[in-house]
């Protein structure tokens, strides 16, 4: 069909390339004049083509197709299509070239058809290009935004670049503004003295020539007039007071090793008095795989903490005769740490040097034993003391926590009994009893407090937070908390369940009830959880272990009743090494277990004395010690394994 602007503009034949064009001709296509179209009706090759006028051309409602001839019957026009050969023939193919017994149709249906089917096409063309298209702005969208990010960046990381070079100039600029101002006073003291050395070298050449003179040139009546002079002015040069001089206070470059200055820092590096110096945190005695920190203090004449120009060494003599050298942490403010680990039992001598000299009271004699249990504490109110402690857990410092119902408390020791603090609620209506204490990854501690049948909850500083479960627990006795999703249980012996909180006190639910039955209870006790959240639970009257899933689901149980090795005897403590071993407290013994139940070895002998053991704690050092409460004993019994 002819556009608009062919219809109003004027078009010149093609044929004679003079007139206006008045007619097209369909076949060809082929815009003629009047005489022109005379000629081309007149050529019998194509005589039959359809010729209309322009307008006439232009009013059509469909387009007009050329008629297009066999090739193989050349006067015959192509009018069917056959479907299935997928060819269009003439009336005489149908007989001769295509097989009869195929349907055929009018070539014009056949194309109106194929013409639907590829206006769907062009649809769905058109629908995947609109949608390329929208890609491809996206994209481009995208592309700008990568460009204009690292650009961004590009001038963050210069404008970064200028800052640390800013301040590395800033910083250069000071420490060689200090270095200037520290040299140079110690520059201008030492001129000094050159220059009062200088005077009294000059003063004692003059009275030497003075002398010299009297003895060369001078007579008799000369010298003895003046010989009381010369002994004067010699006294005086020879009891002048001549002042060695001062060490030099030297200030040396030290590189920095932290992120608040770019460049380092400068220390001063003084003289050291040995005899000022000092060795700390010497052990008498060591376990065996354990380690001892010694604190190394070196100081100035006037006591004050220097850092020496030479190496602090130290040297130690093994239990089998062989030495060691041991390397000394510089802890870059005049002490220095050194860690000394005693592999093997018996003796070792350490030694600490400064160059050749040792320091004072050195060699020292440390002696590593087989000891495999130590008690802590004693019967008492005071600190280190305890009465009647119940459970024990180990915060993430390594120190010791002990609830003790006794003296209202919770404790704190290190490892080796030493107190730190206690925690006490003097405002609460009945007095703060704790039977547990449980401390979660984030640092919080729950305790179970008996006489009010709640669980507390505190900083690691004893700062109160809040409490929960006043409406739910009638007898509470243990707490645990997932490190899994901070999970909160508390065994409840007096509904013979145990109930789980938020880590916030919301309650959640309980499981379990009394029975003898998997998921049942008789008095269970304390519990503890692993790291991928199965809870170990005490059933202590049943004498089994029993073990849950983090949805509460039982998974399987351990023990049967008895004293033997591998049985159970009203347990009550439960704890859990890593993962791989399981710590049982029952009947004046602590046994281990593996994960899955399997007797492995009982931790204590009966020459220990364990009376009543209930709470366990596991240490995370490699060999682990197992803190036992010794609560007829009123203390703390670790096992080193």
């Keep these: 069909m002819m556009s608009e602007g062919i219809s109003s503009a004027k078009v010149l034949c093609e044929g004679c390339q003079e007139n206006v064009a008045t007619h097209r001709c369909v076949d060809c296509p082929q815009f003629s004049c009047d005489n022109c179209v005379k000629v081309h009706r007149s050529i019998p090759a194509i005589r039959s083509h359809h010729i209309l006028s322009i307008d006439a051309h232009q009013d059509a409602e469909d387009f007009v197709q050329p008629v297009v001839y066999c090739s193989i019957h050349n006067n015959n026009p192509i009018i069917l299509y056959c479907d299935i050969c997928q060819m269009s023939v003439c009336e005489t193919c149908t007989f001769e070239c295509c097989i009869p017994e195929h349907a055929k149709r009018d070539i014009q249906i056949a194309a109106n058809d194929f013409q639907k089917q590829i206006r769907e096409m062009i649809d769905e063309l058109k629908v995947k290009g609109r949608g390329l298209d929208e890609n491809k702005t996206l994209a481009e969208q995208i592309c700008c935004q990568i460009k204009d990010k690292q650009s961004q960046e590009e001038q963050k990381v210069r404008r970064r670049t200028e800052e640390i ?61 003046t010989l009381k002079d010369a002994a004067s002015r010699t006294k005086d040069a020879i009891t002048m007071e001549t002042k060695p001089t001062q060490s030099v206070r030297m200030i040396e470059f030290q590189a920095s090793t932290n992120n608040s200055v770019i460049l380092g820092t400068l220390k001063t590096s003084e003289e050291v008095c040995l005899s000022n110096c000092t060795v700390e945190n010497v052990p008498k005695r060591l376990w065996k795989g354990d380690s001892a920190n010694l604190l190394v203090t070196t100081r100035d004449s006037s006591g004050k903490h220097v850092i020496p120009r030479e190496k602090v060494k130290v040297k ?26 005693g592999d093997t039992v018996g003796k070792y001598q350490v030694a600490v040097m400064m160059g050749d000299e040792s320091f004072p009271g050195h060699p020292v004699t440390i002696t590593v034993t087989k000891q495999s249990v130590k008690t802590l504490g004693s019967h008492g109110n005071k600190q280190g003391q305890y009465n009647h402690p119940y459970s024990v857990a180990l915060n993430r410092k390594g120190n010791v926590v002990t609830a003790e119902t006794g003296n209202n408390r919770l404790q704190t020791t290190t ?35 008996d006489s009010s049948k709640q669980v507390i909850v505190t900083d690691e500083n004893g700062q109160f937070i809040k409490s929960f479960g006043q409406n739910e627990l009638k007898d509470p006795y243990g707490v645990a908390v997932s490190p899994v999703d901070n999970k909160v249980y508390v065994t ?51 004498h089994r272990i029993q073990v849950f899933s983090t949805d509460d689901k039982f998974l399987y149980a351990f023990g049967r009743y008895g004293d033997k090795d ?19 407290s029952d009947n004046n013994r602590v046994q281990k277990f593996d994960i899955n139940g399997q007797f492995i070895c009982r931790i204590d002998h009966k020459r220990d004395g364990l009376d009543y053991p209930i709470g366990i704690a596991v240490t995370n050092d490699v060999p682990c010690k197992v803190v036992v409460v010794d609560h007829g004993n009123h203390s703390l019994k670790v096992f080193a394994q």
């Design 492 to 542: 409840d012996p007096g509904e013979d369940c145990v109930r789980t909180y938020t880590r916030y006190g919301n309650h959640l639910g309980s499981f379990g009830s009394k029975g003898k039955s998997e998921g049942e209870f008789a008095c269970p006790c304390f519990l503890a959880v692993d790291s991928v959240g199965r809870v170990f639970i005490a059933d202590s009257d049943n």
């Design 165 to 225: 070079i800013e301040k590395l100039r800033k910083e250069e600029e000071q420490l060689l503004e200090e270095l200037n101002q520290d040299y140079g006073k110690e520059l201008k003291r030492v001129e000094v003295e050159i220059k009062e050395l200088d005077l009294q070298i000059r003063s004692i050449k003059s009275t030497q020539i003075y002398l010299q003179i009297l003895i060369h040139h001078g007579n008799a009546m000369e010298i003895l007039p």
């Design 316 to 341: 130690v003599k093994k239990p089998d005769g062989s030495w060691e050298d041991i390397w000394a942490k510089d802890n870059r403010d005049g002490t220095q740490t050194v860690t000394l680990r």
């Design 566 to 584: 591998g049985m159970l005897n009203c347990p009550r403590g439960v704890a859990i090494e890593k993962d791989r071993y399981v710590y049982v």
């Design 415 to 449: 490892i080796h009994g030493r107190f730190l603090k206690s925690v006490k609620f003097t405002n609460f209506v009945t007095p703060y009893t704790p039977c547990d204490i449980a401390i979660s990854k984030d640092n919080l501690y729950y305790s179970v407090d």
